[in-house]
T-cell receptor
């Protein structure tokens, strides 16, 4: 399967613990996005990478959140000192940047986080 | 600022009925892209269609059709002869040029197709 993969699919943690999620984009896709989706809402943009460079961070990404894409391939999203409000689905998507035109983002299955 | 509104939170139909999901968007940009995604209970977002702002031609794909009207800033999605497998949450999304390609999603419409 050459789609976007995410790990883990589910994570339950206690408030105050740190968690890390991983996203493996479609091979050769140079742009990777992270979104957060809470219950009953549409996904909200968090951040994105062009190769290994993090080009934009949403105001939703507090200083407890950090994302990396060290070699321009997979990406990790870490949440430190988790809070119950962090409970959500975290979605990853990737595209290949075309010749100046918007391409289609393909999404992974998501990581469901529950903070107790 | 950009915004996507899906006013219908939930829709329930009986199998074989036609159903239209509404999407209204706001942007001042002249170059933008509109998308529809399907999210089944498993949670994964499945891409359905992408249109750019310069292409108002309606599109049909099997039982699915899309009506893009710039005059009313709408991009509506119709399912003809709905089936139980169409039950899911459907999201309309907007992306504008020169903003990194990030998607702005509506709140979604939950479609329930009953046998």
């Amino acid at each position: 399967d050459t789609g976007v993969s995410q790990d883990p699919r589910h994570k339950i943690t206690k408030r105050g613990q740190n968690v890390t999620f991983r996203c493996d984009p479609i091979s050769e896709h140079n742009r990777l996005y992270w979104y957060r989706q809470t219950l009953g809402q549409g996904p909200e943009f968090l951040t994105y990478f062009q190769n290994e460079a993090q080009l934009e961070k949403s105001r939703l990404l507090s200083d407890r959140f950090s994302a990396e894409r060290p070699k321009g391939s997979f990406s990790t999203l870490e949440i430190q000192r988790t809070e119950q409000g962090d409970s959500a689905m975290y979605l990853c998507a990737s595209i290949t940047l075309g010749a100046g035109r918007q391409e289609t983002q393909y999404f992974g299955p998501g990581t469901r986080l529950l903070v107790l | 600022a950009q915004k996507v509104t899906q006013a219908q939170t939930e829709i329930s139909v009986v199998e074989k009925e036609d159903v239209t999901l509404d999407c209204v968007y706001e942007t001042r940009d002249t170059t933008y892209y509109l998308f529809w995604y399907k999210q089944p209970p498993s949670g994964e977002l499945v891409f359905l269609i992408r249109r750019n702002s310069f292409d108002e031609q309606n599109e049909i794909s099997g039982r699915y059709s899309w009506n893009f009207q710039k005059s009313t800033s709408s991009f509506n999605f119709t399912i003809t002869a709905s089936q139980v497998v169409d039950s899911a949450v459907y999201f309309c999304a907007l992306s504008v040029d020169n903003q990194g390609g990030k998607l702005i999603f509506g709140q979604g419409t939950e479609l329930s197709v009953k046998p």
